[in-house]
């Protein structure tokens, strides 16, 4: 038989397996991952390697380089996955891989590793969404989690207000029509002189700071769930500009908390209102700006004062990672989705 045929055969069985250990691959950016995650909801294993310490020094991810890099860590990480989690190849049941959103370089290395790996086990390859894999993040966190729910997707690519009406099966309510939060922290934090990543330190920074800078801006898109943080983003670097032109002294710890509050205000009212516009009572958050601090705390404010029940993320599965990943493509086995052929490839955007 082809493989395609068997692994065809084999995804039809797993629909209904009791246990099904999932092998998945994260590479779209510049965290190389892989994680062996059981039932989508226990994590038997999750490495992460990361690369940031190699493109602080540019002030960014150089996407040449994390591909790169990629390529020399991905096979020791997987034996370090298998290792930690008891396994061997032998007993997985299916390998999963983030085919987009993401750099399409640092994908390619994860989809190639992933279709070869699939191949010679002979096991289906599960084709994945990393925005669902954001989404997924908090079925391991939450194992009584279950939608229907309302999401806040906040990482450095994507902002969202998403239905989740099911495990696999969301509606899109808002997104930013520019710049993504994650992309304004990242620009923010390096006209402040921060070095990468931009939003860990504009969240430590603005602990020291007092929200008492006026900036010349206001709060575009106000009668829609869409975002624009692009107006923001310059305002702060406008501020910023004219104050060092003119030699005028300024606190970073100011600007810092005078701009994340505004962010906060922006996601956490715009959140609430489609709660209560869409009826929901539960409200989940994914992605890597879910872990700034000020960001958590807003919401936990709003949710207790209008009745809602806020799930948050681990901080350790707020940033990418491959266990969110594995989490994600069992609900897709289910839901008879995602099975990929040998002709995958990676996609820089993918529909959320």
Do not use: W
């Amino acid at each position: 038989m082809k493989y395609q045929d068997i692994a065809k055969e084999k995804f039809e069985r797993l629909k209904s397996k009791e246990d099904v250990l999932i092998l998945s691959v994260e590479s779209s950016c510049d965290e190389t991952s892989i994680a062996l995650v059981k039932n989508g909801r226990e994590v038997l294993s999750n490495i992460v390697s990361t690369q940031i310490e190699i493109h602080k020094q540019f002030g960014g991810v150089v996407p040449e380089v994390a591909s790169r890099n990629h390529i020399k860590n991905i096979s020791g990480v997987l034996k370090e996955a298998l290792a930690a989690a008891g396994k061997t190849l032998q007993d997985v049941d299916a390998v999963a891989v983030t085919y987009g959103a993401g750099l399409v370089g640092a994908l390619l290395v994860g989809v190639n590793f992933a279709k070869t790996l699939a191949y010679c086990l002979k096991v289906p390859l599960i084709a994945v969404s990393h925005v669902h894999g954001h989404i997924g993040a908090n079925y391991i966190s939450h194992a009584e989690l279950k939608p229907p729910f309302l999401c806040l997707m906040v990482s450095g690519g994507h902002t969202a207000i998403v239905d989740v009406q099911d495990y696999c099966k969301f509606n899109l309510l808002g997104s930013t029509v520019d710049d993504s939060v994650g992309e304004c922290f990242d620009k923010v934090a390096r006209v402040l002189g921060l070095s990468y990543p931009g939003g860990p330190n504009i969240d430590r920074l603005a602990k020291l700071g007092e929200n008492k800078v006026q900036f010349n801006y206001k709060p575009p898109l106000k009668d829609s769930l869409n975002f624009s943080f692009s107006g923001l983003k310059t305002a702060v670097v406008n501020f910023v500009h004219n104050k060092e032109q003119k030699g005028e002294g300024f606190s970073k710890e100011d600007v810092a908390c005078s701009f994340q509050e505004l962010v906060t205000e922006e996601l956490v009212g715009k959140t609430m209102r489609a709660c209560a516009e869409f009826g929901h009572k539960k409200l989940v958050v994914a992605g890597g700006v879910g872990a700034n601090s000020r960001l958590r705390e807003g919401l936990k404010e709003n949710c207790e004062k209008n009745g809602v029940e806020l799930f948050l993320p681990a901080l350790k599965f707020c940033t990418d990672n491959a266990a969110m990943i594995g989490s994600i493509a069992y609900y897709y086995i289910l839901s008879g989705i995602g099975l990929a052929d040998l002709k995958l490839t990676a996609k820089p955007t993918v529909a959320i």
